[in-house]
């Protein structure tokens, strides 16, 4: 029937539009993809498509709720916020590095290309390297952290420092291709095992971690680190001075790395506290989180704050243990299969766990999931905290719109007025509910407790209301979204009164009509067989359309199967059912 | 996008006038009617809406079509009119009441 086809018609032109959303919104990732393939480098391709995946996946999931268009441009937003704010953060970094880090064997040129590309890919290796960095607070891998955070600076610097991007890249690039070419890097910084590890986790964060998310949490880290790199900044220097004398100035580019890194780490993981930051502060940063994102972690924002502190402390002190425990509470499990790889793992697993985190943060799905994937990660004492955090808020999120729900779905069986006073005042009885209890009770009890407790007037109102006769009439919802979708074009809510009215006169109408026809049948029930006489009066039903196809077309399945008899598997239609 | 219209309410429809019993599915059938008749509903008043070059349809444009269509729904029924022709057919004889 051409009703059908209309509906089938409405799904794909809806479907189509999204599509289009899709692409136009995503030319991003697309360029990730395609530059990803351009690369020679097999490892390269092989996180990009990772993680051009990851991204991918995040957008889809984030574009679900509709939130496509912020989820871009917060992530285009995040990209250049997080890159300038990463310049002022590793200027003094990149700088240190360009000196002592000229013998990296990359070509600069070639790495520049690369890098470029993978700029996403490296924000995320490189913010994690420094991040891992950081917490050890060692010498080691003194040739990876200076390329990682002169990759990143040079990211971001590229204008400024050519050398300092050739370090930089040959660390990215060197990262993912191979941890051999690391690991002649680290020939120059005595210690071959950090650049193992800095090598793994800069695998594993971009492998794991979409550029999106590393990009976040450089932003995060930017952010964050603005105000901590403050802290950090004197701690580095500390470091600095201090291992200068030791070893070679990579160690101390290294410390600032490892700074830096803390900062980052840090800032990665207290990411759901940064993302929310970022949403004040920064316009793209917030948005991308979503809203659901943003309301866990603007719940958990507060006791963010301490533990990042503590965290902060912790880089210094050891740093390692927390980084790990963030990752561990991302989601991809890369990271931990790399770990194995590298001992010491507690600096790659955290930047991995803190890209993850990131991730999940961004996905907003991963927060649960961050727990389930370290494995091998260490301390989980700032991770625990986080995770405690995130799941905190969101559990409360979860909660908080299930009362809602529940709550509004008991209005809206009752009539829509009573339903919709209901559902005012259970709103925001609710919130006060939710705020104020925030651990996981039975939703229902607690409705039950808050709605008798704190709102007898309302109470008052609502059931005297509901009486009235005026206000029957179906759910504002239910007739708004039927009439949308029949209506293919949009609808300006304030029809919902005039419509009010129209389906009181048809049902008054429809009763009346039902009325005579049964009785017409000497019967004192209406039955469906009036409904049916009543649609071919009405026109709907003629001799080439019966009644099933209609029935089929509009109601949902349970209806369908109560409407229609099914035959049995004896082959037997019994009419009865019918009835 | 079918969802459940809530029977209950729907019932309640029904019976308010009349003291009349409703069958056991009847009121799905009366869902299903409501569905079609929003339908058409909508769809003449998106056509309305057209007409005024407007992408939303707004309230002027639905009371306009129900005021024509509830006429001619209730004329439809009371002279028994089957076929949709014959229907607007009588709605142009009684001067579209």
């Known amino acids: 029937m051409h009703d059908r086809g209309i509906l089938i018609e409405c799904d794909s032109s809806l479907f189509s539009v999204s599509g289009l959303n899709l692409t136009l919104k995503t030319p991003f990732v697309e360029k990730r993809i395609e530059r990803a393939g351009l690369q020679r480098k097999v490892s390269n391709r092989r996180l990009q498509s990772v993680d051009a995946f990851d991204e991918a996946v995040q957008r889809c999931l984030e574009q679900c709720p509709n939130q496509d268009q912020s989820v871009f441009q917060d992530g285009k937003t995040l990209e250049d916020s997080s890159w300038q704010k990463f310049t002022l953060g590793l200027s003094d970094v990149t700088e240190l590095y360009v000196q002592s880090k ?7 040129s070639a790495e520049k290309e690369r890098e470029h590309e993978l700029e996403k890919a490296r924000d995320i290796p490189v913010s994690e390297p420094l991040i891992q960095e950081e917490k050890d607070h060692e ?14 600076e040079d990211v971001y610097l590229r204008a400024e420092d050519d050398i300092v991007l050739a370090p930089t890249q040959a660390m990215t690039e060197s990262l993912p291709e191979s941890h051999d070419v690391e690991l002649q890097d680290r020939e120059f910084v005595e210690e071959v095992e950090i650049g193992n590890v800095v090598e793994i986790e800069y695998e594993n964060v971009v492998e794991t971690e979409d550029q999106e ?4 949490e450089d932003e995060n880290a930017e952010e964050v680190g603005d105000e901590e790199v403050e802290d950090e900044n004197a701690e580095e220097v500390e470091n600095e001075n201090a291992e200068e004398f030791e070893d070679k100035n990579a160690e101390e580019v290294e410390d600032e790395e490892v700074v830096e890194a803390d900062l980052e780490y840090n800032d990665t993981s207290q990411y759901p506290e940064r993302i929310t930051r970022r949403a004040h502060r920064s316009e793209g940063g917030g948005a991308v989180l979503g809203i659901p994102g943003t309301t866990r972690v603007t719940k958990s924002f507060g006791a963010g704050l301490n533990p990042r502190e503590k965290d902060l402390l912790d880089f210094v002190d050891e740093g390692r243990e927390s980084l790990q425990d963030i990752p561990d509470e991302e989601r991809e499990p890369l990271g931990s299969p790399e770990f194995p790889q590298l001992h010491p793992a507690a600096e790659l697993s955290t930047p991995e766990q803190r890209s993850q985190q990131h991730e999940a943060s961004l996905a907003e799905e991963d927060v649960p999931e961050l727990a389930e994937d370290d494995d091998a990660q260490e301390e989980p004492n700032q991770s625990e905290e986080e995770e405690l955090m995130d799941s905190e808020p969101a559990n409360h999120s979860p909660e908080f719109p299930q009362e809602e729900e529940e709550e509004e779905e008991d209005d809206d069986d009752d009539d829509a007025l009573s339903a919709e006073l209901s559902m005012k005042t259970p709103a925001f009885v609710r919130q006060k509910r939710v705020f104020a209890s925030r651990t996981a009770q039975t939703t229902p009890t607690v409705l039950k407790e808050v709605n008798s407790g704190p709102a007898p007037q309302v109470a ?3 059931p005297r209301q509901k009486r009235q006769t005026g206000v029957d009439v179906l759910p504002k919802s239910y007739v708004m979204s039927v009439f949308k979708h029949f209506a293919k074009t949009k609808v300006a809510s304030d029809v919902y009164p005039a419509i009010n009215e129209i389906l009181k006169k048809y049902f008054e109408r429809l009763a009346d009509d039902l009325e005579a026809y049964a009785a017409h049948a000497k019967r004192k029930t209406i039955e469906v067989e009036d409904f049916e006489l009543l649609m071919r009066r009405q026109g709907f039903v003629t001799d080439t359309t019966p009644v099933n196809i209609l029935i089929e077309k509009y109601l949902p399945m349970e209806y369908r199967k109560l409407l229609i008899p099914v035959a049995t598997s004896g082959n037997k239609v019994i009419p009865k059912q019918r009835r | 996008m079918s969802k459940k219209a809530p029977r209950a309410a729907l019932k309640l429809h029904m019976k308010k006038n009349t003291n009349i019993r409703i069958g056991k599915n009847a009121d799905l059938m ?50 028994g009119i089957t076929c949709f022709t014959e229907f607007r057919r009588r709605l142009v004889q009684h001067g579209r009441l």
Do not use: W, Y
């Open chain 2, 30 to 79: 009366a869902q299903l009617n409501l569905l079609v008749v929003l339908h058409r509903l909508a769809e003449e008043s998106r056509v309305k809406a057209f007409e005024e070059k407007s992408a939303t349809i707004k309230v002027h444009h639905v009371r306009a079509v129900a005021k024509r269509s509830h006429d001619g729904l209730s004329q439809l029924n009371m002279l």
């Open chain 1, 460 to 462: 008052k109102r609502a």
């Open chain 1, 139 to 152: 010498m080691e891998s003194q040739d990876e952290e200076e390329v990682v955070p002169s990759s990143q």
């Open chain 1, 102 to 108: 000229k013998d990296d064997t990359m070509g600069p």
């Open chain 1, 213 to 216: 998310v590393v990009e976040i």
